[in-house]
Nanobody, 122 residues
Framework: QVQLVESGGGLVQPGGSLRLSCAAS????????MGWYRQAPAKQRELVAT???????NYADSVKGRFTVSRDNSKNTMYLQMNSLKPEDTAVYFC????????????????WGQGTQVTVSS
């Protein structure tokens, strides 16, 4: 019903930058909070950043001042600008979204993308 597709991952040197995108499509009435999460090998998935429909943002302490989350509601797309990347930022990055598929409050569901690999290495 709803698909989330991440893009923009890749290999970058320490100190470099990447911009991730997450595009939502399908049966969408309205998207509420969207978020970026990451999972490194042998570690649990962790929150990176979230952004509400109104643009209120929240960041993990480890990325504050380096990452910026934004969204374009007209395109149902969220972005993550990642600057000053460190080797410890290496992970698969996933996007998530809380989506209303109709105007009814009971039709709010959480969706996840398949992830995009970010590797920070010299």
């Amino acid at each position: 019903q709803v698909q989330l597709v991440e893009s923009g991952g890749g290999l970058v040197q320490p100190g470099g930058s990447l911009r991730l995108s997450c595009a939502a499509s399908g049966r969408i009435f309205r998207i509420n909070t969207m978020g970026w999460y990451r999972q490194a090998p042998a570690k649990q998935r962790e929150l990176v950043a979230t952004i509400t429909n109104g643009g209120v943002t929240n960041y993990a302490d480890s990325v504050k001042g380096r990452f910026t989350v934004s969204r374009d509601n007209s395109k149902n797309t969220m972005y993550l600008q990642m600057n000053s990347l460190k080797p410890e930022d290496t992970a698969v990055y996933f996007c998530s979204a809380a989506v209303f598929i109709t105007s009814l409050a009971s039709t709010n569901y959480a969706y996840w993308g398949q992830g995009t690999q970010v590797t920070v290495s010299s």
